[in-house]
């Protein structure tokens, strides 16, 4: 098998009608994020964007999108914002994924989100996350009356702040498919003050992260989308919702909503919006992601897996990229030893991470 490695704008519609095909013939990698379209506008942000082609004879047999990272090793396209991650492939192809790491120039590549099913990769794993999904294959009907099974008081409450926001707000009303960029605007200020009120990196900093937010927003075709859903309350936006459409999928993305209404859970009564008419824009699943968030476990209605873990080729460099975070975790591993053992620090990390999973807890998401 050849391995050739080229710029994501060097592809040609041949190669992005392959990459579709591959896409469409595998269900597992229906992902947005395993999109041509996205690797392609990632690579006008990223200057070390690369997508490695696979070719065995006269076909092409698979896509690789990477990044080249610090101390050379290898990423995924646009590290740290996609939510699905491997080799784009066609039916039946196999590889050797130290091999293909290797053919990229690569000492090591690094993964946190790889797509569950690919079994070259597997043995490289350390370790698997849940991925929660909103499966609505059955409608949306069949979902919220299960889901008022299992969370009847979630539906209750929410159904109740609805009410109560539509009295004192004004009438509610949720565009699934929106091209309003005043309330796009709104939404990235929401997600950078969501940011800060739960003291995490606001990504938006990196300017082109903005760049291909907004890039994505405009983009519009029938295999690959931006998708932004608002809610309105008297024709003022209070929350919305920007992800990828790729198929039917919907890569759940940046969901924020205005503080000033959180006690009425905006933005729960927005994705519960969101599972209701978004069926209407070609969507089946929701795919939310990883992450700590309580609102995902209170809507999800099943789960995709996702592995983490490195390939490494057996280089020196290679060898120290993957002893790395095994030196971190066990820094880690001894500093909560420490903790553990002394009554006060004990205490006060209980505090802590009380106070850090209140502020993850997604309440009012």
Request: some cysteine.
């Amino acid at each position: 098998m050849r391995v050739s490695v080229v710029r994501p704008g060097e592809l040609g519609p041949d190669d992005i009608a392959s990459w579709r095909a591959m896409q469409s013939s595998t269900p597992s990698l229906a992902s947005p994020f395993l999109s041509p379209e996205f690797t392609i506008a990632v690579g006008e942000f990223r200057p070390g964007a690369r997508v490695a082609v696979l070719s065995d004879g006269p076909d092409v047999a698979g896509f690789f999108p990477f990044e080249r990272g610090r101390l050379g090793a290898g990423l995924p396209i646009a590290a740290g914002m996609t939510d699905c991650q491997g080799l784009i492939h066609a039916p039946g192809v196999q590889w050797d994924a130290r091999e293909l790491v290797r053919r990229c120039g690569l000492p090591a590549w690094r993964f946190d989100h790889l797509e569950a099913s690919q079994q070259p990769f597997e043995r490289y794993r350390t370790g698997v996350e849940r991925s929660p999904i909103i499966d609505l294959s059955n409608g949306f009907d069949a979902y919220y009356e299960k889901l008022g099974t299992q969370a009847p008081q979630l539906c209750r409450n929410t159904e109740r702040k609805a009410r109560k926001l539509e009295r004192e707000a004004g009438e509610l009303r949720f565009v699934a498919d929106s091209d309003d960029i005043s309330a796009f605007r709104s939404l990235l200020t929401w997600k950078r003050a969501q940011y800060r009120r739960t003291g995490q990196f606001d990504i938006f900093a990196w300017s082109w992260v903005t760049g291909l937010i907004e890039t994505l927003f405009s983009t519009r075709g029938d295999s690959f989308s931006g998708l932004f859903s608002v809610l309105y309350a008297a024709d003022v936006p209070i929350a919305a919702h920007f992800g990828l459409r790729g198929g039917d999928t919907l890569a759940h993305w940046f969901p924020a909503y205005d503080a000033e209404f959180s006690r009425y859970s905006a933005g729960l009564i927005m994705h519960l919006r969101m599972a209701e008419f978004t069926p209407a824009a070609g969507v089946r699943v929701i795919d939310m992601g990883t992450g700590l968030q309580r609102y995902k476990d209170e809507l999800k209605n099943g789960d995709l897996f996702v592995g983490v873990g490195i390939v490494t080729t057996g280089s020196l460099r290679g060898a120290v990229l993957a002893t790395a975070p095994r030196a971190r975790a066990a820094a880690r591993g001894r500093v909560i030893e420490v903790v553990r053992r002394h009554p006060v620090l004990h205490g006060a990390a209980g505090w802590l991470r009380a106070k850090y999973r209140q502020a993850r807890s997604g309440r009012g998401h």
